[in-house]
């Protein structure tokens, strides 16, 4: 809250100033073009004056004193209008007080060189008359001066009475004082004026007589721009004050940078929310149906596609559940059972168990990727029953996928948990490279990893796992794919709706199946891609990635 607070206080003082400021540069510039054009014109009046006869100076002075008295009085545009101030109401009456300052200010300037003009003039002709005038200013301020005096006096003997000698004519005697201090004070302020001003007329007599020398000693007259200045001092304090406030604004400080990168980072929102629609779009409309009339990937067309699916026999052109939560599967002393130690359930006590490193040595890299170490090697010396089920994994199940001899699989290790191999026939995988399809590299699947039996598949998929016959053609989405015959006819087709892939909910290519003896395998639910997090997204994405190209 007081974090709050502050930020709306810097907000508020940053957006008063940025209104204010411009306003008061233009009262500050419409004033000064006002006192351009009048000090042009003074100038050359004054000029004028010096032409005049002493009466049209005499004259001029009245006039002048006349004109400042009326400006003095004149009303002005108010500044302000209830219940509320307006900006341009606010604007005007500042613009006509500071004008009136300075016509005020300019007219004083030249009563006074036109009095100088006048002094000056007439102190030529005679300097004995100058200094008579002189004389005669400085017995008048005497006189002035003498009676203020006096009036002071009278001031500090009026006291007010004491109600405690007199109380009954008290009231008589405070009525009489009071008005009696009222005429004293109010002839005080009419002496002092008085004084003020003849002080002034002496003292600017005193000056012209000393100088008397010619006619040429009086100098041209020229405006004190210093006194216009302090007529406008109140307007340049204040636009200074509001410069100050904005530069220590912290709102102010921080509005300069951001604002010099806004068309820049504009241009890379527009392009963060085009580029990728744009991207989308030659994907879908170009690229995908391009791809879709590409020669489709066979990796053993020789291969037999035969496949059992233990406890459901084989599948039919129908999608047939092989999978459930727990499996049972009986192994005989021929056989090997490499399970993966989380899905080992129950088992009998006899036999040998022990610890198998990797599930094949000549696959080091994609066993270790695909988490397919340490696994739990069972061999009995009887026929014993086993039971596989997701320990740790609420949503797995389990299915097994027997391929009789001559038959081969394209599985994604991501989903193998375990194999069931016979002893005198070690376990065959072979890797096969596409780098010449346009259906490898959009699926960005470079490599295809080939189990061939006989051997028995464990696999694992979230909510279940389906397989399928490829028949004539089937589809599915790439992230649930688990394996398909090496036999079958596989390629990538467009998603049939636009809309989905734009809003990034359906990926841009299903897989697709074509073969009349083959089969394809899927997981129900697919998990891949549904990470919690951008960072984390980002970094799984591009591990994820690197191990799609190596089949993995």
Known sequence: MLAG?????????????????????LIAQEVDTHRAGLSEGLTAQVERARTMSNAMLDARIETISLSIGAKSREKLEPMYSFPRPIGEQLQRGMVSRFKRGIEIELLTQERDYVKKLRAFRIDVFSR???EKNLEQLRIAH?????????????????????????????????????????????AHRKLASD????????????????????????????????????????????????????????????SGPVMAIVPAAA?????????????????????APLAGRRRA??????????????????????????????????????????IHPEYLQSSGSGGQKDTKWLLDWSCPFTSIAAGLVAMTRIRVDQVESVVLSATEDPLSEVALLSLPPGAAFVIQPRGLVGVIHR??????????????????WLTL??????????????VKGCRGVKVEAAGSGRSISQTATLGFSANVAYSTIRSETFFPYLMSKQALFHDHFEGQSGFYMYEETPRGGKKSGSVERGFEGMTDAVLKVFGI
């Open 5 to 25: 607070k502050w930020i709306y206080s810097e907000w508020h003082d940053w957006q008063s100033s940025l209104a204010a400021l411009p306003a008061l540069e």
């Open 128 to 130: 004995e008359t100058a």
């Open 142 to 186: 005497v006189k002035v001066y003498g009676n203020l005096m006096q009036n002071e006096r009278q001031l500090a003997l009026l006291q007010e009475p004491n109600w405690r000698e007199h109380p009954i004519r008290y009231m008589q005697w405070k009525r009489n004082w009071e008005k009696k201090l009222k005429t004293v004070n109010f």
């Open 195 to 254: 004084n003020l001003l003849a002080y002034r007329a002496f003292s600017d007599q005193k000056a012209i007589v000393s100088k008397i020398a010619g006619p040429n000693r009086l100098a041209p007259f020229r405006v004190n721009e210093e006194r216009i200045v302090a007529v406008l001092k109140p307007l340049q304090d204040l636009i200074a004050q509001v410069n100050a406030l904005m530069s220590d604004n912290w709102i102010n400080k921080l």
């Open 267 to 287: 241009l890379v929102v527009m392009s963060a929310c085009l580029v990728p629609i744009g991207i989308k779009l030659v994907f879908y409309f170009i690229l």
């Open 297 to 338: 990937i066979s990796i053993d067309s020789d291969a037999s596609g035969e496949v059992d699916t233990v406890g459901f026999g084989k599948p039919g052109a129908d999608a047939a559940g092989v999978s459930s939560v727990s499996r049972s599967v009986t192994i005989g002393k021929d056989d090997v059972l490499l």
């Open 423 to 440: 002893t005198d026939r070690p376990l065959v995988i072979t890797r096969h490279w596409r780098l010449g399809s346009l259906h490898a």
């Open 445 to 458: 699947q470079l490599r295809y990893l080939v189990f061939r039996g006989p051997v028995t598949l464990i």
